[in-house]
């Protein structure tokens, strides 16, 4: 990154951690009165949406860095390569399959690029009916 321009490198965030995260929980961007924090996204909670991911683990109220869209989530494990992978119902955990329980959001977290790599590409949650 030392070699590009200012300004250009990795799409990522800096924000309070308004929980203890670990590495890899995929996150949620949320207004905290006013102010930006991020938290575990869950797949069961309606607005707790995936807008990211932490790739080392926070403590509750440390400036976590958040990676965004177009970045890849490496260090998991059991993933089918070329596989989509969904927000999952523990929070910050991502799956193979989409949900289809009544009031979890089903949302597309990205492509598994091998086993053990994720590359985060989000689409729009929907609440299911």
């Given at each position: 990154?030392?070699v590009l321009p200012?300004g ?31 938290r575990?996204?869950d ?21 976590a ?14 993933m ?13 955990a ?9 009031g ?26």
């Amino acid at each position: 990154v030392s070699v590009l321009p200012a300004g250009v490198g990795q799409n990522t965030v800096s924000l309070t951690a308004s929980e203890a995260l670990a590495a890899n929980d995929l996150v949620s961007i949320w207004n905290d009165v006013g102010t930006a924090k991020v938290r575990k996204a869950d797949g069961t909670t309606e607005g707790k949406e995936a807008h990211g991911f932490v790739k080392a683990g926070y403590a509750l109220n440390a400036s976590a860095t958040v990676s965004l869209p177009g970045n890849v989530m490496t260090g998991r494990s059991g993933m089918t390569p070329g596989a989509r992978q969904y927000l999952g119902t523990t929070a910050g955990a991502r799956v193979e399959s989409p949900l289809s329980t009544t009031g979890n959001v089903h949302q597309m977290v990205g492509i598994a690029g091998s086993a053990s790599t994720l590359v985060f590409e989000p689409e729009e949650p929907v609440t299911l009916a």
